[in-house]
Every structure is written in structure tokens, then in C-alpha cells.
């Protein structure tokens, strides 16, 4: 066996050859499809004349091939395990193929495979190689016609890319419908979809007033599920339109859900393909959040309608590209249809829980890596969610008309062309006559950078010096690192009147608040005409993803938890306070020392429940306790179960000393109103839910008989499964089990319901759970060929259930590195995302180290897909 060998970014060259029309024919059949493929080739122009011909091919039986109609001999052509060559070929010609493939036995979800009986495809980034013989790299675009075969029974709906041009009847009970992309596209973008599928059909008037047809394809059972997909994308398709000035250019797009999908959803063109947990929804089956991941993630696919496929990538290393622009964008669009500082506080806390954690390992890599092994393993964190902050520092630093123009400039000027991350920045510098080359570090440069701020009030002077300096950490591959160029928005809060102070810097005044531009290892800013010694509000809005330390006192975190004009920063204060009373106490723990709680968390807390707020949505953030997860990124080093011992304490203590507020609470956000998924009722919801946890938290008897009333609520899963949760993870098996039992039965025909339940019992905290998760691995309902299960079940339990994940016996690790292997075989994309955990094993004591590092080598020891032997070998490159 041969070790996978990486692909650098300055190797890149154009293809030698490319095609610029696809004309393709599938026979459906579930064990044998063939594929007829007609290409036609040209030499590129920057490549010289004469070279061989080299297409990518996986997994392909050649029938016949031909150039320019005629039929190769045998020894005029090559394949191998990874694709076809042709050593001469003319400078322009037609190739046609006929391969057959398996879809039925395609476990891996990549190209064309069977999902509930449905034929779908997934090609990016490079699934298509495993339909045909193909240049598949996002560079060469196409314009594709597409020819589908199937049984008229078996798969009464044929879809593809672009329009529908001709369809009819064939014999043996077979009919075909031919599919017209007119888009030239990267061979990722194309996608075929087959089965028993009913649609949901709407429309929808584009600025220039041209009629676009939109459908939702579901299996029937969920013909009662896509309102809120369909409602979501017509907001969508207006906003992009309103807000960058981008409409849709053909005349339907078409949404399928589909049960076995690797990630969340795909933006083929035209035919966008979901996991049917991306785009089905239901009050009763749905939670707020799902109805909320819906919104955004079908906003998202839309929108890479323009960004990703009317002006793609050059290559992989440029995903971000795409990808960055696009998370942006559907942020930018959930911010502005729900509540703006709530999207931002949930995409900062998810940010710096688990961006952070990748950006800590051995797994850090920078936004545009200049090397991979796969790139299957590069759908990160890094790349989307690092990859959007800097498009969002973009915007702040150019200003929204600005980065607007820059928007227009990069569609108009790159429209139906493959570019890269330069072709973007540039044109934000073009428009704004800014220099960005320092900042273009921040895509090469992986690792966090560290800021540590120092403030000092001169009462003589009136002056505020504000130092700040930056640094960041040493990553995988890149010791030494330079400063960037970071933008620190900011204001200074009077300590006595509570507001914004008047910022004057260098002679010119700057309003209430700025944005600082630290660019040096370390910069000294003098705030003249301050009257009153300020507290500093720093990074607001989190204007950079970086980590900030400034030496803040409990009374400084207090006073902006209650004044900071900053939303965001409001809500940072109180994690920052709690953060402080929790080191306090992971520390005793640690020590085995009483655990004492401080006083002033609880006072915040009560100042938040007793005073009146029109703001639900930021009252629920603000009276969540950071996670698990989120204060292991805040240590130095994890005890887990220091971490969670305190955690519950912090939670008790608030519930006893402040149970009457909670009841009051919960019993003021109760409403009979018949479900919505609206802003209002959400945050009405999630403060109700997060009271009620407070109270179960203690077991209170009132709570326990609210939990258990809230449990049979017939109206919508948020507060069935927000109670169900609550009791399953408390002591009270007498309520839990019986209710556990009911749902499990009433649900068993609905696979989404059953992963939330599959959930709702791997991460409860008590110890014998991992019983439970191995006895539900065995449960009829799930499979290891799913990956909607592998995340309900194993990911849940490995991310979220961390004191059982990481027992000292090691059973934990055990377990996941067994399904690690097990789906390394039949499923690479998913092995390689679930092993995550194991990955991380420097963040934590030397005895849980020896143990992951033990099963990290049990899993090297296998013959392993290049997606897991990346992983691994990351993993234990400093072991
Ligand atoms: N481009 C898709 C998105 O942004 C990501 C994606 C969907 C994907 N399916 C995949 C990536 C399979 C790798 C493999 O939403
Ligand atoms: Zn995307």
C-alpha cells in the first residue's frame, strides 16, 4: 500500500486539456448504471501542444471509448486506479465514454449512489470522477446536457441541472427526460436525482420581473414539512436581490431532501440537494433551532448561487473563497431577519468554542491551506467560519457601500470564471484605495492571535493609554508568525454616567466609539480629553476573531454587563464574569477545596431576571452558562471533570439562591399562542426553557411537575424535547423513562425524531450512559451507514457528553475508535470528521493522553482511506 501523497498550492497549473460542452446519458439501475458521456475537448491555450491526456476516474468499469468516433485499441490508451490517459490526442476533439458503476454499493455518499431508494449524487469536490472519466477540478467549466433513463415505477421523477428540454416514453417500462444546463460549471456543481418523489411548487418574481419556478422534492411523508424551506428561500431570493444586487438566472430552482447526505446541503446548480435534516420542518417534529439552521442553511445554498457558481474557485485551496463570502452572507441575511446581536452572540460562541479548539490542535491549518492530502478533510471550521470573519472584517474596514462595490466589481468582473482568494481582495482594494497585503495574512496564517490590552487612566493629563499588543501561537508547519493586521472596534464607558465617552485621538475626534487598526507586534493609543476614568469596551461586536485579555475586575464586568451600549459586549461581560467564578471553582475542585460561590454572579443574575427587558432574545444568551466545551477552550489545561463539577455548581447555586425569580420567570414567558417559528415566540421560548433548566437543575418539585406537564405538550418539539432533555438527564428515571419510552414509540416512523432521541439519551451525564450508547448502536433504527445517526449517536456523545467521553478507563475513546474504523471503510468523508475528539488529545492530563494516543495508533495500525490517514497522521505528528 502506497501512503497518500499531498497536493501543494504552488504546483498549480491550468489543465492541459479541458471541455467545454458535457453531454451525458444515464441508464438507471440501482447495481449496474451506465454512463455515456460525450465530451468535447480542446488543449487549453496556456498549456503547450502534445501533451498526454490525463482525466480523473474512481471506481469506473470502462465499456468503450472513442476519439473524434473512433473506438481506441487497447494499447492507445491507460487506466488506472485513479483515472485515464491518453498519451496523444488531436488539439480539438470529441471523447466519448461508456462506463458502468455501482450505485447500490456506494456507502461512501460520494458521486452516484441510492439513498431510500432514491438515486442522488454529491460531487463536490470530487465525487464526479466517480461517474466518469472527467478533468474534474473546478477550473474546467462546462455548459452540460443530461439525459436521464430510468423505471417508469422505480423512479417517476428524473432531475438535473438547468431546464427540462424533452422527455417521453421508452420500452421496458422505461422513460427519460433531457436536462439543458446553459451555465458553464465545474463538474462539483452537477447533480441527478431519481426516485418516488412528490413536489411542493411555488414562485417567485425577480427584480427584473422574470417568473422563476421553485420546487421542493420530498418523499410523500413529507410533503407536510417544506413551508418553512419554501417561505425561507423566497426571503432569500429577496434579499440577495436587495441587499448585493444578485438575482437568479434560470427559470426553476429546485430543492430535493435526502436521508443519507454527508453534509448539510449542496448548491448544485439549479438542484440543490439538502440532508433532509437541512430542509424539513415541523412544528411537532422540529425544534426552534432546527427551524432557525433550516433558514440559514437554505439561505446559504442559495446564495452560493452567485458566490461559488457563477464565479467559482480556481482549486480547493481557494474554498474558503466561496465558502467565507458565503457563510457571510447567510449570517449577514439570518442577522437581518431575526435579532442581530443574538445571531451574532450564537455565532461568536459556537466560533470560539470550536474554531478556537481547531485552531489550538494538531488540525490547524490556515484558511487557504497550501497543501492537503485530502480535501475532503478541509470543510472546516477554519475555512467557513475563519473564513467569513474575514470577509466580515473586509466589510468593517471598507464600510458596507464600500465592500458593496467591491461585491459588484468581483460578479461583474470574474462572472463565469474559476479565481482565486487574491481576484476577491483585490477587488475590495480597488474600490477602497486601501492597502490590504498585510491583511491578506490572515489567510495564510493559521493559529489565534492572542491580544493582551493594558489600560491607564492619567487623572492629571485626562488621558486613557490604551496599549494593545498582539501575538500569535505557533501552529503545525508554522513556527514563527507575524503580526496582522487587526481591526479592534471600541469604546470607553464614563464610569460615572455609564455611557460611551467622546473619543478624541491624536487631535481628531472619532465620535463614540472606533475602530482601532493595530497593525504593530504592539501600539500605545492616547485618549485625550477623558474626564472621568473609563472602563474600556473592547473587540465589540467581536470585530475580530481573536483572543482578548484585558485584567478586568469583577466590579468592571458588573458595571458593563448593565452599561455597555455594545449588545454584544454585554452579553461578553457576563460570560467573562461567570468565566472568572468558574475558574474560582474548577480550581477548588482541582484542589478538593469547599467551593464557595461568588456572590456577584448571583446578583447579575438577579438584576437580569427582576429587571424588565423588551430584548428576550439577548435576556435567554445572557442567562446561558457557557458550555462544557466553551470553558475547555478557556483553560490552559482540560479537567473535565473539574470543568463540569463546577458547571453544576455554578447552575445550583443560581437555581437555589434564585429559585422564586426562575418560577416567576418561567411562568411569565408561558404562552398558548399556536406555534411559530417567529423571533418573538423563539426567545420567548428559550427563556422559558432556560428557567426551567435552572429549576431541574435542583430537582425542585415545581419544576420537575412543570418538566413532566411540558413533556406531553402536543404543540411543538422545542418545549417537548427542551422538557424530555431536562428529565432524561436528571435523577428522576421514574418520570424520564416512561416518558422516553412514549416518545420513542410515538416517533419510530420519523428517522429525524429518532436522532433527536437517539441525543437526548448519549448525552445525559450520569455514568452508566455509555451502556446506553452501545445498546442503542444495536437498536434497529440506527446504522452506521447514515451519518444523520453517526452524529445523533456517536458525535453527540464524543462532543457533547465529555465527562463520560473521556472516562479514565479509556472505554470512551475505545468506543469511538472503533466506529472510526468501522466507517473508515465505509464511509472516509464521515470517519474522518467523527475522530475529531481523539485528535485533541494535547488539551488534556497525561493519563487520558497515553489512552487517546493509544487509539489513534490502533487506528494507524489499519489500512486506512487517505481521508482518515490525514487525520491520524496530523494527530500524531508531535506524539
Ligand atoms: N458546498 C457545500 C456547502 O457549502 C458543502 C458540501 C456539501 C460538501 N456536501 C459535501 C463538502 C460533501 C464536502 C463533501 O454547503
Ligand atoms: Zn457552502
Keep these: 500500500m502506497s501512503e497518500p501523497q499531498a497536493t501543494h498550492l504552488k504546483d498549480y497549473l491550468p489543465p492541459a486539456y479541458r471541455v467545454t460542452h458535457t453531454e451525458l446519458k444515464f441508464d438507471l439501475a440501482p447495481s449496474a448504471t451506465t454512463v455515456t458521456a460525450r465530451l468535447h475537448v480542446e488543449r487549453h491555450p496556456e498549456r503547450e501542444a502534445g501533451l498526454p491526456l490525463r482525466f480523473a476516474g474512481d471506481k469506473l468499469s470502462l465499456v468503450r471509448i472513442a476519439v473524434d468516433g473512433q473506438t481506441l485499441e487497447a494499447d492507445e490508451y491507460e487506466v488506472d486506479d485513479e483515472g485515464l490517459t491518453i498519451p496523444s490526442v488531436p488539439e480539438r476533439f470529441l471523447l466519448d465514454t461508456e462506463v458502468s458503476i455501482d450505485p447500490a454499493a456506494n456507502t ?31 477550473d474546467v467549466m462546462a455548459t452540460f446536457s443530461t439525459t436521464v433513463v430510468g423505471d417508469k415505477t422505480e423512479a417517476p421523477v428524473l ?129 426552534d433551532a432546527a427551524f432557525q439552521s433550516v433558514e440559514g442553511i437554505v439561505a446559504h445554498e442559495y446564495f452560493h448561487n452567485w458566490s461559488g457558481n457563477r464565479v467559482t474557485c480556481r482549486d480547493w485551496f481557494q474554498l474558503s473563497l466561496k465558502e467565507g463570502f458565503t457563510v457571510f452572507r447567510d449570517q449577514s441575511f439570518s442577522a437581518d431577519i431575526n435579532s442581530a446581536p443574538v445571531k451574532r452572540i450564537e455565532d461568536v460562541s459556537f466560533f470560539r468554542t470550536a474554531q478556537f479548539a ?59 470564471q474559476a479565481v482565486t482568494i487574491e481576484d476577491f481582495v483585490d477587488c475590495m482594494a480597488e474600490v477602497s484605495g486601501l492597502d490590504l497585503s498585510q491583511f491578506m495574512r490572515w489567510y495564510s496564517q493559521a493559529g489565534t492571535p492572542e491580544i ?21 501561537p505557533p501552529t503545525p508547519g508554522q513556527a514563527e508568525k507575524q503580526p496582522l493586521h487587526i481591526p479592534v ?68 464586568l458588573s458595571f458593563l454587563l448593565t452599561h455597555d451600549a455594545d449588545d454584544f459586549n454585554r452579553w461578553d461581560a457576563g460570560q467573562r464574569l461567570t468565566m472568572l467564578a468558574l475558574d474560582d471553582l474548577i480550581a477548588a475542585h482541582r484542589n478538593g477545596v469547599e467551593k464557595v460561590m461568588d456572590s456577584r454572579v448571583i446578583d447579575a443574575y438577579r438584576r437580569l431576571l427582576t429587571t424588565e427587558t423588551d430584548d428576550k432574545a439577548v435576556l435567554a444568551e ?64 428559550r427563556v422559558k426553557n432556560v428557567a426551567l433548566e435552572y429549576l431541574m437543575s435542583i ?31 436528571s435523577s428522576r428515571s421514574d418520570i424520564a423513562e416512561p416518558a422516553l419510552k412514549a416518545f420513542g414509540e410515538k416517533w419510530a416512523h420519523d428517522p429525524l425524531v429518532m436522532n433527536q432521541w437517539f441525543t437526548i439519551q448519549v448525552t445525559r451525564p450520569q455514568e452508566d450512559v455509555l451502556e446506553r450508547v452501545k445498546y442503542l448502536m444495536a437498536h434497529p433504527l440506527f446504522s452506521l451507514k447514515n451519518p444523520n445517526k453517526v452524529r445523533a449517536l456517536i458525535g453527540a456523545f464524543a462532543a457533547q457528553n465529555r465527562v463520560n467521553f473521556h472516562r479514565l478507563d479509556g472505554e470512551g475513546y475505545r468506543l469511538l475508535a472503533d466506529v472510526v474504523i468501522e466507517l473508515n471503510r465505509l464511509n472516509p468523508e464521515i470517519a ?45 505528528a508531535e506524539a
Aim: aromatic content about 10%; hydrophobic content about 35%; some cysteine.
Design 622 to 685: 445572557m442567562l446561558t452558562l457557557p458550555s462544557e466545551a466553551y470553558i475547555a477552550e478557556q483553560q490552559p489545561m482540560v479537567d473535565v471533570d473539574a470543568i463540569h463539577a463546577a458547571r453544576v455548581f455554578v447552575k445550583q447555586s443560581l437555581a437555589t439562591a434564585l429559585r422564586d425569580e426562575f418560577l416567576a420567570m418561567h411562568e411569565a414567558h408561558r404562552s398558548d399562542e399556536p406555534y411559530a417559528p417567529e423571533p418573538d415566540q423563539i426567545a420567548r421560548r
Design 832 to 876: 474522518a470528521r467523527i475522530i475529531t475528539p481523539l485528535t485533541r488529545w494535547q488539551r488534556f492530563d497525561e493519563q487520558r493522553q497515553a489512552l487517546m494516543k493509544a487509539e489513534l495508533e490502533r487506528i494507524r495500525a489499519e489500512e486506512l482511506s487517505p481521508n482518515v490517514f490525514e487525520m491520524v497522521e496530523r494527530a500524531l
Design 699 to 729: 430537582e425542585d418539585e415545581e419544576g420537575v411537575a412543570l418538566a413532566e406537564a411540558q413533556v406531553d405538550a402536543e404543540d411543538n418539539m422545542t418545549d417537548v424535547r427542551a422538557a424530555l432533555t431536562m428529565l432524561v438527564h
Design 358 to 416: 481547531e485552531d489550538a490542535g494538531p488540525t490547524a491549518h490556515p484558511v487557504r491551506p497550501d497543501h492537503y492530502i485530502e480535501i475532503s478533510n478541509f470543510y472546516t471550521l477554519t475555512i467557513y467560519e475563519k473564513g467569513a470573519e474575514i470577509v466580515r472584517m473586509l466589510r468593517h474596514l471598507l464600510g458596507w457601500e464600500t465592500f458593496r462595490q467591491g461585491s459588484d466589481l468581483y460578479f461583474a468582473r470574474f462572472d463565469g
Design 108 to 138: 461512501a455518499l460520494e458521486g452516484l449512489y441510492v439513498s431510500s431508494g432514491m438515486f442522488c449524487t454529491q460531487c463536490e469536490p470530487q465525487g464526479f470522477r466517480r461517474i466518469t472519466f472527467y478533468p474534474d477540478r473546478p
Design 452 to 472: 493582551d490590552a493594558h489600560g491607564e487612566y492619567d487623572y492629571a493629563k485626562c488621558e486613557y493609554h490604551l496599549r494593545l499588543s498582539q501575538r500569535t
Design 159 to 287: 432531475l438535473s441541472n438547468g431546464n427540462p428540454v424533452e422527455s417521453g416514453e421508452l420500452p421496458g417500462g422505461r422513460h427519460f427526460v433531457t436536462w439543458e444546463d446553459p451555465h458553464p460549471k465545474p463538474s462539483y456543481l452537477f447533480a441527478l436525482v431519481a426516485g418516488k418523489l412528490e413536489k411542493v411548487e411555488d414562485r417567485f418574481t425577480t427584480m427584473s420581473g422574470r417568473d422563476v419556478t421553485l420546487q421542493i422534492w420530498v418523499e410523500p411523508e413529507n410533503l407536510d414539512k417544506t413551508d418553512h424551506a419554501m417561505a425561507s428561500l423566497k426571503r432569500a431570493m429577496r434579499w440577495d436581490e436587495e441587499t448585493y444586487g444578485r438575482e437568479y438566472d434560470l427559470d426553476r430552482f429546485m430543492i430535493v431532501a435526502v436521508n443519507d447526505f454527508n453534509m448539510g446541503a449542496m448548491e448544485n446548480k439549479g438542484l440543490n440537494i439538502f440532508n433532509s435534516a437541512a430542509v424539513l420542518t415541523h412544528p411537532q417534529t422540529a425544534t
Design 489 to 556: 472596534r471600541m469604546g470607553l464607558v464614563g464610569t460615572k454616567s455609564g455611557n460611551d465617552m467622546a473619543l478624541t485621538l491624536d487631535g481628531e475626534s472619532l465620535g463614540h466609539e472606533t475602530v482601532l487598526h493595530l497593525r504593530d507586534t504592539e501600539q500605545t493609543y492616547v485618549f485625550t480629553g477623558i474626564d472621568e476614568a473609563p472602563t474600556p469596551s473592547l473587540l465589540r461586536g467581536f470585530s475580530a476573531p481573536v483572543y482578548l485579555r484585558y485584567p478586568y475586575s469583577r466590579e468592571e
